[in-house]
Structure formats: C-alpha cells, structure tokens
Antibody, heavy 125, light 111 residues
Framework: QVQLQESGPGLVKPSETLSLTCTVS????????WSWIRQSPGKGLEWIGS???????FYNPSLESRLTISVAMTSNEFSLRLSSVTAADTAVYYC???????????????????WGQGTMVAVSS | QSVLTQPPSVSGAPGQRVTISCTGS?????????IHWYQHLPGAAPRLLIY???NRPSGVPDRFSGSKSGTSASLAITGLQAEDEADYYC???????????FGTGTKVTVL
C-alpha cells in the first residue's frame, strides 16, 4: 500500500525559503504525477503544483515565480521549495499522488488519489 | 475566492439524503473538464470520494454518488451516517486561470 509522508521545518521566517520533502513508501515514484496542495487556516484547499516522475513540472500561476518542485527517483521522494514566504504562506501542506489514467480511461484534470497526512508550516519571525 | 462555488454548509438527519452543489462556469466545468470530490475530516488527510464525475475509488461506499451537468456538478450522500460529518470539496481545472481549482468547501453536519 502506497503511503506518503511530508517532512520539513514547521517554522520558517518571513522572506526565507520553505522547503518540504514527500517520501513515497510502498510503491515507486515512477510513471506517476505527484502534487503539493495546501490549506491555510480557516480556508479551503489550494493546488500548489505538480511534477511528473520525469521531472516535468506544472505550477499554480499565482505561485510560479516563487516555486520549485522537483523529483528524486533514487530516493523515491519529491520536494517543494517556496521562496520569499510571508504569513500568507502559513498552511498545512499536503503531498499527493495523482490519478491520471486507469485501465479504462484517462482523466482531465487529474485527481489527487493518495494523500499524505499533511504538515503544518508557520511563517513567523 | 474560488471559481467553484459550494454551499458553506448542509445538514441532514441520519438516514437522509443530502446533496452538495459545485457551481462553475464555461472556463472550468462547462469546458468539459472532469470533477472530483474529496472528503476532509479534521486533522486527517483528504480522501478521494469521486473521480471523473461519477466514479468511486475502491472502498468508498455506494452511498456516495456524483453527477455533472452544464456548468455544475453535485455530490449526493444517501443514508447519511454520523461518520459522514466532514468537509467536502469539489475539484476541477480552470483554463482561464491555467490552474487546478478546488471548490469553496461544504461542511456536512449530521443532526
């Protein structure tokens, strides 16, 4: 059974870079899309961006200028880096495996099929 | 503010049927992008309930069903149970924003 686990600092200072890693266990990172989603306190879910196992990335345009998502196949991990953070970036950050195709068909857009438990990141001095 | 609008809350007694709407526009649902639904319990990871408008992943009870028409979609929960009390989100893609988008979220309360 595939499981995802987010890891990284729970506190980041304003203007610094937020860095998180998602470790995939019970399955390979190959042949899948992987995503980051966040939920700010009291708000809804927000898609941050996605990466294909080959390294191709897809970013939320509202975050793209500050965002880097990468994949490390040898360690079965993918990562998020968000620069120049402010208090507005305080949120629970989730990593997820995308559902793109089944044996029957492919889906547009992809769904987020398997999620990590999430990790709270606060931006504060 | 999200481009997919959901009612803030719905409620029902155990055993009843409730529906949650997800209203979009011609740049998302109306552009024939698929709809997915998630259940989010406090402190837990969101759970995929419905994908591709109407499909249930393995393990999701058939009490949950999805539909889509025009620029809107709906999630129905029949035979409401106490364990269904959670937040529910729809999700699609918006071509004007060039972004995956989630709905505003609906809190389901079991009376």
């Amino acid at each position: 059974q595939v499981q995802l686990q987010e890891s990284g600092p729970g506190l980041v200072k304003p203007s610094e870079t937020l860095s998180l890693t998602c470790t995939v266990s019970g399955g390979s990172i190959s042949r899948y899309y992987w995503s980051w989603i966040r939920q700010s306190p009291g708000k809804g879910l927000e898609w941050i961006g996605s990466v294909y196992y080959s390294g191709t990335t897809f970013y939320n345009p509202s975050l793209e200028s500050r965002l880097t998502i990468s994949v490390a196949m040898t360690s079965n991990e993918f990562s998020l880096r968000l620069s120049s953070v402010t208090a507005a970036d305080t949120a629970v950050y989730y990593c997820a495996r995308d559902l793109y195709c089944t044996s029957v068909t492919c889906y547009n857009p992809r769904a987020f099929e398997i999620w990590g438990q999430g990790t709270m990141v606060a931006v504060s001095s | 503010q999200s481009v997919l609008t959901q009612p803030p809350s719905v409620s029902g007694a155990p055993g009843q049927r409730v529906t949650i709407s997800c209203t979009g526009s011609g740049s998302n649902i109306g552009a024939d992008y698929g709809i997915h639904w998630y259940q989010h319990l406090p402190g837990a990871a969101p759970r995929l309930l419905i994908y591709g408008d109407t499909n249930r992943p393995s393990g999701v009870p058939d009490r949950f069903s999805g539909s889509k028409s025009g620029t809107s979609a709906s999630l129905a929960i029949t035979g409401l149970q106490a364990e269904d009390e959670a937040d529910y989100y729809c999700q699609s893609y918006d071509r004007s924003l060039s972004s995956y988008v989630f709905g505003t979220g609906t809190k389901v309360t079991v009376l």
